[in-house]
């Protein structure tokens, strides 16, 4: 009967992989370890396959059916607002031994998970697991208040083996992007006035030097503008995704 439940597991995880394969973009890449799949969900959500893992990043609700995705091995949130931070997704995704790792704003929401501040590294189901920040320096509230204060956000940097990849959470293009080095892959926050502009995207991607660009979380922002803002820069590769 344990044999049978099993199965029937492993059949239902690849049949909702299978249906988020038909119904959003995706892309693969390979790695020393085995491939890691994108499914590009929309706004700042992703899912990212590799292994035997799946991982959750800022799930919501709004953008697709988690009834019918496969459940998180990991699930990484960025932020509290409730465009990052969907209590009722995170539900869905969760199982037993599902590692949640958030913000500690977040975590006053949600009563559980393990919080990582900035420069916080994890290893994490044999994964490791950088948080850096993500904060606002121009844009702010009627206030004077940053809409993401320093210290409050993360960004992630998940290595896959011998890959990179940075997810930014919502900034700007802030002077600790200069620090990152070697990133594979990176997903930039592209809207305003939460984020950044094609230019600022542009200079950050500048400023470190991801071999792939991924601008997300983009609105009704002009991606063919940070195309040819980076038309000079061969050694990034900028792909547009339905991430708005």
Not at 137 to 150: A, L, Y
Not at 196 to 218: D, R, S, W
Not at 229 to 238: A, G, Q, T
């Amino acid at each position: 009967m344990l044999k049978l439940i099993l199965a029937l597991t492993a059949l239902f995880g690849l049949a909702s992989f299978a249906q988020a394969q038909t119904q959003y973009e995706q892309d693969t890449f390979s790695t020393a370890e085995g491939e890691l799949t994108i499914t590009f969900i929309g706004h700042g959500t992703l899912m990212l396959s590799f292994q035997d893992k799946i991982i959750h990043i800022d799930p919501w609700g709004n953008l697709a059916d988690y009834h019918k995705l496969p459940k998180a091995d990991i699930i990484l949130v960025t932020h509290e607002h409730t465009d990052h931070l969907d209590l009722k997704a995170i539900e869905l995704l969760s199982k037993g031994d599902t590692a949640l790792v958030l913000t500690e704003a977040c975590q006053k929401q949600l009563g559980t998970g393990l919080v990582m501040k900035n420069g916080d590294i994890q290893m994490i189901k044999n994964l490791r697991i950088k948080a850096v920040p993500a904060y606002n320096i121009q844009h702010k509230r009627d206030n004077g208040e940053p809409f993401h204060p320093k210290g409050s956000g993360n960004g992630y940097i998940i290595n896959f083996a011998d890959l990179a990849l940075y997810i930014a959470g919502d900034t700007e293009n802030i002077p600790e992007m200069a620090e990152l080095k070697d990133i594979d892959i990176a997903f930039l926050p592209m809207n305003l006035p939460y984020t950044m502009t094609p230019e600022m995207v542009a200079q950050a991607a500048k400023m470190f030097k991801p071999k792939i660009l991924y601008p997300y979380h983009f609105g009704n922002s002009d991606t063919g503008k940070l195309i040819k803002l980076m038309e000079d820069r061969k050694d990034i590769e900028v792909r547009i995704r339905k991430l708005s």
